[in-house]
């Protein structure tokens, strides 16, 4: 597509439950990365992909947080058993690995809010 | 992680007068660059920076990656109200493929 998509939008859960956040990325781009942005604050680093390779998962908070991008295109985050805590918007965003210009391009997000 | 810090928080000005931010960092950086986030909205690159001493303009903004690599600037000349939205800085580390982000500025324009 033209640009990354993100769905939901907006999503309101009930602590406890399980969440699943999608990304469409910029057809082409082999590089797809999760950001959580807590209120009045930058960007996070979750975790980063090269096709369907997760290569560094290092900002993911805790083993409730899980990604994957079986066939190197969509991406699914999924957090289990929701806290207040994980309340925040979710940012995709794929990098053009071709172009030599090692730019974010962003979605607009899911914002999670967490009962 | 990395800590980048943004100053100043805030900024509440005049439509038509100049801005200047800027972002620092106790690590080198090899790419910086500057978003700007609208409500609701992901963040949209506006100047992406290569090069120690490199400047770079985008219309009525220019930024510069600082010489010690440690620090860039975000200047906006005659800034208009669609200027007021939150303003981000990112850099990479190396050639790592993770980018780490600023605090924020938040500019408000008064027409």
């Known amino acids: 597509g033209a640009g990354v998509s993100q769905s939901p939008r907006y999503k309101v859960a009930k602590r406890g439950q399980d969440v699943a956040l999608r990304c469409d990325p910029i057809?082409?781009?082999?590089?797809l990365f999760w950001y959580q942005q807590a209120l009045g604050q930058g960007p996070e680093f979750l975790t980063y992909?090269?096709?369907?390779?997760?290569?560094?998962k290092s900002g993911l908070p805790s083993d409730r947080f899980f990604a994957e991008r079986p066939e190197g295109s969509v991406s699914t985050l999924k957090i289990q058993r929701t806290q207040q805590e994980d309340s925040a918007v979710y940012l995709c965003?794929?990098?053009?690995?071709?172009?030599?210009?090692?730019?974010?391009?962003f979605g607009a997000g899911s914002r999670l809010t967490v009962l | 992680g990395q800590q980048l810090n943004q100053s100043p928080q805030s900024m509440f000005i005049q439509e038509g007068e100049d801005v200047s931010m800027n972002c620092t960092s106790s690590?080198?950086?090899?790419?910086w660059l500057w978003y700007k986030q609208d409500p609701g909205e992901g963040p949209v690159l506006l100047i992406a920076?290569?090069?120690?001493?490199e400047l770079t303009s985008n219309g009525r903004l220019t930024a510069q990656f600082g010489i010690t690599r440690k620090d860039s600037f975000l200047n906006i000349s005659a800034s208009i109200p669609s200027d007021v939205g939150i303003y981000f800085c990112?850099?990479?580390?190396?050639?790592?493929?993770?980018?780490?982000f600023g605090t924020g500025t938040s500019l408000t324009v008064i027409p």
């Open positions: 057809s082409g781009h082999v590089s």
């Open positions: 690590s080198i950086f090899n790419t």
């Open positions: 920076l290569y090069k120690a001493g």
């Open positions: 990112a850099g990479r580390l190396g050639n790592g493929n993770q980018f780490y």
């Open positions: 965003a794929t990098r053009d690995s071709d172009s030599g210009a090692n730019v974010l391009t």
């Open positions: 992909f090269q096709n369907e390779a997760q290569l560094d």
